[in-house]
């Protein structure tokens, strides 16, 4: 048998059909995708455009609360500083790079992770569950019409049907709308720690008791900040009323789900503390006051 194997290796006719084999395969090399090549092209070209939109955002917001600067002055440095924003796309190159930023972070969709989430812990119903998602920018629970009614909204849409809206301004006065409140990849926007803790108390005054709230950070908004860990963002949404229920880590982000309870929370003020001390650490923080 090792002779008749050692012939069919040496055979002419064996050798050219395994060549013409290896020369097929290698014909099927598949064409990248013009999504892929739009991904790559942006994380080249923007690699620190969220980075560098925080942190004038974060400028903006301290030049906003300076009460004793002069009038003048004040209006000049946030003309400067919003024309700095202006110049590396503002808003629409976040929202570009935040599209493609879940497939930088493990090709993760986090819209999967919560209707899969929502599908197992959810009680059916008759009625429609009634979600709302913060900062869409793709309307990604368009295909769950058939249980979920879906309201999208966003500064500065980018689809039809996305409503304009400001997150804070955002249905005024109204109380307990919505089953569903997604904060995906929006908390980390604002500059200002103080305008995030404010998004946490407007989302939960906007959703029903025993309602959802779904939280997607950046995983090292919790992991590495010196000012924030996951315990301790655990402990800021009791203190809000809500129960951490499911929670996934993919490579880089940090995707969380909590419930409403139907009893009163307590207060209680999360300032800007130092709760995980040293070096390398990112200065991400929420402050809570309530």
């Known amino acids: 048998m090792g002779k008749t194997l050692n012939n069919e290796l040496n055979d002419p006719a064996c050798i050219s059909a395994s060549n ?22 942006v994380q080249r070209l923007k690699p620190d455009v969220i980075s560098k939109l925080h942190q004038l ?6 030049i906003k609360k300076q009460e004793t600067i002069d009038k003048a002055l004040k209006k000049a440095k946030l003309a400067s500083l ?11 190159v976040y929202q570009t790079v935040s599209k493609t930023r ?4 493990g090709n993760v969709n986090s819209s999967k992770w919560i209707i899969s989430s929502l599908k197992t812990f959810a009680s059916k119903s008759e009625v429609k569950l009634r979600l709302l998602d913060v900062g869409a920018l793709s309307m ?10 879906c309201t999208y909204i966003d500064l500065n849409p980018q689809k039809k049907g996305i409503l304009k809206s400001d997150f804070l301004k955002f249905k005024s006065g109204a109380m307990e709308e919505y089953d569903i409140i997604v904060l995906s990849l929006v908390l980390n926007f604002p500059g200002d720690a103080q305008v995030r803790g ?5 989302a939960t005054e906007l959703c029903k008791t025993c309602g959802y709230i779904f939280v997607v950070l950046p995983l090292a908004c919790l992991s590495n900040s010196r000012y924030l860990t996951h315990d301790n963002f655990h402990v800021m949404m009791e203190s809000l009323g809500h129960s951490l229920i ?5 490579t880089k982000l940090s995707h969380k789900a909590f419930r409403k309870k139907s009893r009163l929370p307590e207060k209680c003020d999360f300032p ?13 923080c929420i402050v809570l006051q309530t």
């Open 20 to 41: 013409k084999k290896v020369k097929k395969r290698r014909k099927r090399k598949k064409s990248v995708p013009i999504i892929t090549s739009i991904i790559f092209s």
């Open 57 to 62: 955002n974060k400028k903006v917001e301290l």
């Open 82 to 92: 919003e024309n700095e924003i202006k110049q590396i796309g503002g808003l629409s």
């Open 102 to 105: 879940e497939h930088f972070h």
């Open 140 to 149: 990604n629970y368009e295909n769950q019409a058939s249980w979920l009614q």
């Open 198 to 202: 404010q998004m946490l108390v407007k």
């Open 246 to 250: 499911a929670s996934h880590n993919s």
């Open 272 to 284: 800007k503390k130092v709760v995980q001390p040293g070096g390398n650490k990112n200065n991400f």
